[in-house]
């Protein structure tokens, strides 16, 4: 096992002491930091790290994380935030990746909860219901 994996693994012990982290999370966290550290010290390919660490975009999805394809985290939402520090923006990253345009970059098992709440919620009822009244005032 090369040096770079293994100071990438302590680094990842150490966090997952700290939070409950998901296999996967591990194992990419893992990968990018090794990655990193080896592009840092000079041994790395740049172009790997150019070409977002070889990640496959359609293994980025996962049920409880979503991947950066960029530099390997794992999130349960990739925000503009995250992307500018990639010095890209959600357009370009959908682009570079080979991704729908209209991909959302979130968790799965996260847009399924926030869609079944806003399918609870039905707020469209409640507009009509609310517009419905002013609409008889002004006759």
């Known amino acids: 096992m090369d040096d ?3 100071e990438a693994l302590e680094i990842v012990k150490a966090q997952a002491a700290h939070r409950a982290m998901a296999e996967d999370e591990i194992t990419s966290m893992v990968a990018g930091l090794a990655a990193k550290l080896r592009c840092l010290s000079g041994a790395g390919e740049a172009a790997q790290v150019e ?7 359609k293994k980025a ?3 409880k994380s979503v991947s950066c ?3 390997g985290k794992a999130f349960k939402i990739i925000t503009k935030k995250h992307l ?10 959908l682009e570079k990746h080979g991704l729908k345009k209209g ?4 968790a799965k098992e996260l847009q399924r909860n926030r869609r079944k709440k806003m399918t609870d919620m039905k707020l469209w009822e409640k507009r009509k219901k609310n517009d419905a009244p002013k609409a008889k005032k002004g006759a």
């Open 103 to 106: 991909t959302k970059l979130i």
């Open 51 to 57: 070409a977002g660490l070889g990640l496959d975009p």
């Open 4 to 6: 770079y994996l293994k």
């Open 69 to 71: 394809l960029e530099c």
């Open 61 to 63: 999805f996962k049920e």
């Open 84 to 93: 500018a520090t990639h010095e890209l923006d959600l357009k370009s990253y």
